[in-house]
C-alpha cells in the first residue's frame, strides 16, 4: 500500500484522527500527505522526461 494512503487506513492507523476533517480552511493531515506524494509523481516525472531528453540530444549529437 502506497505511504500517501496510509494515514487513512484504520488497521495501519494509531492515530485515526488524522483523517477527520481540520480546522475550518486548513486542509487534513492525510489530504497533505496526498498532496505531497502527487506532487513528487510530477516532479519524478518530469525529471525523467529531462533525462530521456537528454539522452536522445546526445544520441543525435554523437
Do not use: C, H, Y
Request: charged letters at 30%.
Amino acid at each position: 500500500m502506497s505511504v500517501a494512503m496510509d494515514p487513512t487506513n484504520t488497521p495501519q492507523n494509531d492515530d485515526w484522527d488524522e483523517d477527520r476533517e481540520g480546522p475550518s480552511g486548513f486542509e487534513r493531515k492525510a489530504e497533505r500527505a496526498r498532496m505531497f506524494a502527487a506532487e513528487m509523481v510530477l516532479q519524478s516525472f518530469a525529471l525523467m522526461a529531462a533525462a530521456e531528453g537528454s539522452i536522445a540530444a546526445d544520441a543525435d549529437i554523437t
